[in-house]
Each structure stands twice: as C-alpha cells, then as structure tokens.
C-alpha cells in the first residue's frame, strides 16, 4: 500500500471485525501489526484475540493515561515493530483511546519514515475529535502535543458499542468536543446536542449524532489540511484550555481534555464577547449549561502567571501574540484573534469568579 490520501476512509460500522478483515487482506501475511493500551485490552481486545491470533498479528500493549503520552512509549512501539519484521508496507491498527491513537499514529508516521495505520477509537473523545484530522503527537517537556505530524490513517472504523464500557466522565469529555464542533459551525447540531439525554444513552442515535459531529471536522481538515487557514476553527477553546489541562497536568492533579476544552470555551467565549460582539445572552445561557455539565476548574490569580506562560508557548502562535479562535455568533468563527494579555486576565478572571449554581 502507498501513503494515504489527506482523507481517511471513516467507516461507521456495527461489525468492526468485519471492517479490519477487509483491510488485512491488503497487506502481506506478518505484516500488519496492533498498538493497544492496557485498559483497551482488558476489556476489549481478548474478545478479539482469536480473530488477531489467526490473521497472524502480534500486538504491542501501551500502559494507559495521558502520562505514557511521551517518547518512551513511541520507542517501545518502533522497537516492536522492529523487531518483528515490520517494513514500509506494513499497516498498524491502533485500539484505543486519543492518547494511544495520537501516540501510535505517530509511532507509525515515523517509523521507516512512515507506515500506513488504521484508527479504531474507542472513546467518544477519540471518536469525534483525536482520530480524525491526521494530527499525531506526544507530549514533551511538560507541554501537550509539543512533537507530531499531519498524517491521515487510510481509515478510521466508529463503533459505538466501545462507548458501552466508558464511565459518565469520559463520556462528557468527548462530548465538550461535540459542543464546540456545534458553536463553530453548526447551529443545529449544537441543539441536537442539547437535547441529547446523557444519562440514558441511545447508541444507535448517538452513531448518528457522532457522523454529524465528524462531518463538522471534516469539512475543516478537507479545506485546510495542515491548519494555515480556516482549520484553526478548530481550536477554539483550546488555547485557554491547553494551558488549564498543562497547568493541571504540571500540578499532578490531572484534569480530561475535554473538561479543560469546556473551561476554555467559557474563557474564549468571554473574549469573544468582548473582540467579537458574541452575544450577551447566549454566552450567559452556554456558560450555564458547561457549568452544569463540567463543573468548574478551580483557579486563583496566583496561577494566572504560568497559564500566559503556557498559552503563550501554544504551537498556535505567533510573533508572540497569543493567538486565539472566537465566535462573532453561534456558527461563525472569527480566526487569528491576537488578544492583549490585560484581556485575557480579564477573562481568567472572570472564570475564576464564576459561581456553581445547583
């Protein structure tokens, strides 16, 4: 098989092994290989071990949790790969959550300077945001995503029953990622989202709801592979919540990426407010539905230093301006938004001063 195309096949599939089979069969015997993570195993891939076990696909087991995101854990996958005869026509199938789909899609790209993989995320997280956009990466030096590369898997296989086994928690972190998918592009799919029952989940309508919420990325990534232009749509509520999910990372008190997205939606979308006329009344009306559904970061303004130093380190920036995405309205971005810092300790501060309402 050659390089992939800037698209990924997404296959939204109720028989998963039915979908790895018809991609197996594309390559050559021993040469196609399976990256997991340790919880992913436990729980899923000994249900699929006699399927990988007669294809003849030796796996490599990650340790979970987004510390493990780090270049050890790339060399343990090269070194696997290595050492059983991987080359440039193999293909790594990677099951797992956005940490091990980011780390071993990265593993992949650089490995004999590029192999193909195939993504099967098993988070909603990983689902509608980590496995779609070609990005890999792992963190580095206390900063998240600080090494990667652009590099679409040929496939991406959705299947919501992975989404059964995954607590209340890492369900809502994927579903932050939906929301801002919503605010950025999609009215309608932000108040699908609002209906949406989170406590008695329907999994058939939820694959639906996911589709509708890839196809918002998608249609970013197709029109600006490497984020030069309009795919920085998709970082809204990131700059403010990378550097909350960093900060907290730093402090050994972790918090999930897609809670730090929604606590930087409501930072940014208070600059958007202020730099873009976003109005009043919707950024009151979503700043009280995130409270409900994230809670809130704690933050005091001792810590406001370090969380400008971490934004200000973003890969998004430039000329050292911190660099943000925001909303004129629910729908339309407004890209490359430099804001002064006195601003953006306005909007820390403001956050920091919110009240949880029961």
Same mark, same amino acid.
């Given at each position: ?188 799919? !932000?108040? &699908? /989202?609002?209906?949406? *029952?989170?406590? #008695?989940? %329907? ?7 996911? $589709? ?94 370090? !969380?400008? &130093? /971490?934004?200000?380190? *973003?890969?998004? #920036?430039? %000329? ?7 909303? $004129? ?30």
């Amino acid at each position: 098989m050659g390089n992939s195309t800037i698209c990924s096949q997404i296959i939204y599939s109720r028989f998963p092994e039915q979908e790895l089979l018809k991609w197996i069969e594309k390559y050559s015997n021993g040469k196609v290989f399976l990256a997991t993570e340790d919880t992913v195993n436990d729980i899923w891939i000994s249900k699929f071990d006699d399927f990988f076990g007669s294809k003849g696909i030796k796996k490599v087991v990650i340790p979970a949790g987004e510390n493990n995101k780090k270049i050890e854990s790339v060399v343990k996958i090269w070194a696997f790969l290595s050492e059983n005869g991987g080359d440039r026509k193999s293909l790594l199938i990677n099951i797992g959550g956005g940490m091990l789909t980011d780390l071993a899609g990265f593993a992949a790209t650089t490995f004999k300077r590029g192999i193909d993989f195939i993504n099967v995320p098993t988070t909603l997280l990983s689902q509608v945001d980590a496995s779609v956009g070609g990005k890999t990466g792992i963190n580095f030096g206390g900063y998240k995503n600080e090494i990667g590369t652009f590099k679409e898997p040929v496939a991406v296989i959705i299947n919501t029953d992975f989404l059964k086994t995954i607590d209340k928690e890492n369900f809502i972190s994927g579903f932050a990622e939906m929301i801002k998918h919503g605010l950025i592009f999609n009215p309608e799919h !932000l108040e &699908e /989202l609002r209906k949406f *029952d989170i406590e #008695n989940i %329907d999994y058939n309508h939820l694959q639906k709801i996911i $589709s509708d919420s890839v196809k918002v990325k998608e249609y970013f990534v197709a029109h600006d592979p490497t984020e030069k232009n309009i795919r920085k749509a998709l970082n809204f509520g990131h700059t403010i919540g990378h550097a909350f999910e960093s900060y907290a990372m730093q402090q050994n008190k972790p918090i999930q990426h897609g809670f730090a997205v929604a606590y930087g939606m409501i930072a940014e979308l208070f600059l958007s407010v202020k730099k873009c006329n976003f109005p009043l009344y919707d950024f009151e009306n979503l700043t009280n539905w995130l409270l409900k559904l994230y809670g809130k970061y704690e933050i005091s303004e001792n810590d406001f230093g370090s !969380l400008l &130093e /971490l934004m200000t380190h *973003d890969k998004k #920036n430039e %000329d050292g301006k911190i660099n943000f995405t925001l909303l $004129s309205k629910t729908g339309k971005i407004e890209i490359n938004q430099n804001c002064e810092k006195e601003l953006i300790v306005e909007a820390l501060n403001y956050y920091k001063d919110l009240k949880l309402t029961e």
